[in-house]
């Protein structure tokens, strides 16, 4: 939760694990079966978080204007009307699977703060975020929200929105995306829409209360979030749709500014909208990599690349990811070419000087050419750079594993694990390794265990369930 003055933003708190540039060795949606998939497999190029870093020293007035939907005089308009859709709390599933698993005993060794360790307020909820208890959280959200009238059983009743209850929604709404609980997100976004009734804007509710205020009450970040959740849901093309209008009454906002006379607040506001164009424009890049509409994402990247506002830093990343989505259509001289443009971006001696982005990048094309021997190596190189980028270890173990070194790979991620539990113990190498201790023996299971009881030690929660994780069944 953050104050009025700054732009409601959860990723600092949340921020998914390191992606692996292979992805799992076991599919996504694979919850028994070993399988090994392409190997660079596709994922999030472009950060997707709902969240934006923005200026915290816009007024309110540049940071709330939003488009006023038209209500016909006469006619009552549609009012948005949510509730918790679930009349108990989350379960923590590791506990549930030590109890089972293992013993009783075990899962008592399981110290994760619970709602009611915590402030019954904002301040206790950003606790539990930050100590990455999110299933806490939701559930502390849900008291929350029930103290407001919006709790369980209260979805399609009348209720007053203000812009801490909104924050709080967006809250929730963000916890269940990163806890892949969709289902209970898609039911509870629902009575939202796209955040265009009129009871979600100050002047609805004038003179009762915000007399002084115009605009969304809504953040900019849960209008991205509402628009990006169809991806979850399987259903980017409605995303697309959602996302491109949004992007459209964000140039028509940016518009307006820019046609202001012009001034130093005018010039910031406008530069303010434009970031927020950008971001969506991010979103946009993902939304057409998974309908596979290359020719849009092509587009889009080069848009961002020449935009004036983008800094060196940002072209590199940029045309980083555009190099990778080339290799991921297969087009290695295309991926290769954005690489090397990259690079030059680093100017001067820099330039011959790898850093960790230019290494991986590399790595990557070596893969590409079935040259795991040398994409290991560059990997092995980034993580003395980035000792604390965890990707880096699933990249070179899945290089070994390419090599034939199966025993070499598990000895990789579990040195990995050994050195920093906390951080190795991320969802991606939990189930490559799990996956690779499947191929080495029949007898998996009790290696499993006791990443089970890694976990139980050092994982407050997983974004995914353990039984696609660590391939354990709870249930005999």
């Known amino acids: 939760m953050t104050e009025n003055k700054t732009e409601p933003s959860l990723s600092q708190y949340f921020a998914n694990d390191p992606p692996s540039f292979f992805d799992h060795l076991a599919g996504k949606n694979a919850?028994?079966?070993?399988?090994?998939?392409?190997?660079?497999?596709?994922?999030?190029?472009l950060q997707s978080s709902s969240s934006i870093d923005l200026k915290s020293n816009i007024p309110d007035s540049v940071r709330d204007l939003w488009e006023l939907p038209v209500v016909e005089q006469g006619v009552a308009p549609s009012l948005t009307m949510p509730g918790v859709s679930v009349?108990?709390?989350?379960?923590?599933?590791?506990?549930?699977?030590?109890?089972?698993?293992?013993?009783?005993?075990?899962?008592?060794?399981?110290?994760i703060l619970s709602p009611n360790d915590v402030t019954q307020d904002e301040r206790g909820l950003r606790?539990?975020?930050?100590?990455?208890?999110?299933?806490?959280?939701?559930?502390?959200?849900?008291?929350?929200?029930?103290?407001?009238?919006?709790g369980f059983g209260r979805a399609g009743y009348m209720v007053k929105h203000s812009p801490n209850s909104l924050q709080l929604w967006f809250t929730?709404?963000?916890l269940l995306v990163k806890l892949g609980q969709f289902e209970i997100a898609r039911i509870e976004a629902e009575p939202f829409g796209s955040l265009n009734k009129p009871?979600?804007?100050?002047?609805?509710?004038?003179?009762?209360?915000?007399?002084?205020?115009?605009?969304?009450?809504?953040?900019?970040?849960?209008?991205?979030?509402?628009?990006?959740?169809?991806?979850?849901?399987?259903?980017?093309?409605?995303?697309?749709?959602?996302l491109t209008e949004m992007l459209a009454i964000t140039n028509q906002i940016k518009s307006y500014f820019e046609r202001l006379p012009a001034s130093g607040a005018s010039k910031e506001a406008m530069q303010f909208w434009h970031l927020r164009e950008k971001r969506i424009l991010h979103s946009i890049v993902n939304c057409s990599l998974l309908v596979k509409d290359f020719g849009l994402?092509?587009?889009?990247?080069?848009?961002?690349?020449?935009?004036?506002?983008?800094?060196?830093?940002?072209?590199?990343?940029?045309?980083?990811?555009?190099?990778?989505?080339?290799?991921?259509?297969?087009?290695?001289?295309?991926?290769?070419?954005?690489?090397?443009?990259?690079?030059?971006l680093k100017g001067g001696d820099q330039a011959n000087q790898g850093d960790v982005r230019d290494l991986v990048d590399r790595g990557l094309l070596a893969v590409a050419q079935n040259d795991f021997q040398s994409a290991f190596g560059l990997f092995q190189k980034?993580?003395?750079?980035?000792?604390?980028?965890?990707?880096?270890?699933?990249?070179?173990?899945?290089?070994?594993?390419?090599?034939?070194?199966?025993?070499?790979?598990?000895?990789?991620?579990?040195?990995?694990?050994?050195?920093?539990?906390?951080?190795?113990?991320?969802?991606?190498?939990?189930?490559?390794?799990?996956?690779?201790?499947?191929?080495?023996?029949?007898?998996?299971?009790?290696?499993?265990?006791?990443?089970?009881?890694?976990?139980?030690?050092?994982?407050?929660?997983?974004?995914?369930?353990?039984?696609?994780?660590?391939?354990?069944q709870t249930i005999a």
Request: aromatic content about 6%.
């Open 297 to 344: 994402t092509d587009q889009l990247i080069r848009q961002l690349v020449e935009d004036p506002t983008t800094t060196i830093d940002e072209k590199r990343a940029l045309l980083s990811a555009w190099g990778r989505i080339r290799l991921q259509c297969g087009d290695i001289y295309g991926a290769e070419k954005k690489f090397s443009e990259a690079k030059r």
């Open 382 to 472: 980034a993580s003395g750079l980035d000792a604390s980028d965890t990707m880096l270890y699933n990249n070179m173990g899945v290089c070994l594993l390419y090599s034939g070194k199966l025993k070499e790979a598990i000895k990789l991620f579990e040195g990995a694990v050994q050195r920093n539990p906390k951080l190795a113990l991320n969802e991606s190498l939990l189930v490559n390794l799990s996956t690779l201790y499947e191929l080495e023996s029949n007898n998996a299971k009790d290696k499993k265990i006791e990443l089970l009881k890694l976990v139980n030690k050092h994982r407050s929660d997983l974004s995914v369930g353990l039984d696609v994780c660590l391939k354990l």
């Open 172 to 174: 929730r709404l963000a």
């Open 127 to 150: 606790e539990l975020i930050e100590h990455g208890c999110f299933r806490s959280a939701v559930n502390l959200t849900a008291r929350l929200l029930t103290i407001k009238q919006q």
């Open 87 to 111: 009349a108990t709390d989350l379960n923590d599933p590791v506990h549930e699977a030590v109890s089972v698993l293992v013993d009783i005993v075990e899962a008592q060794h399981r110290k």
């Open 199 to 242: 009871d979600v804007f100050y002047e609805f509710h004038h003179p009762d209360m915000h007399t002084d205020k115009k605009g969304s009450m809504a953040s900019f970040s849960f209008r991205l979030l509402l628009a990006e959740l169809p991806i979850y849901m399987g259903a980017p093309r409605v995303a697309l749709d959602r």
């Open 31 to 45: 919850k028994n079966a070993s399988q090994i998939p392409n190997a660079y497999a596709s994922y999030d190029f």
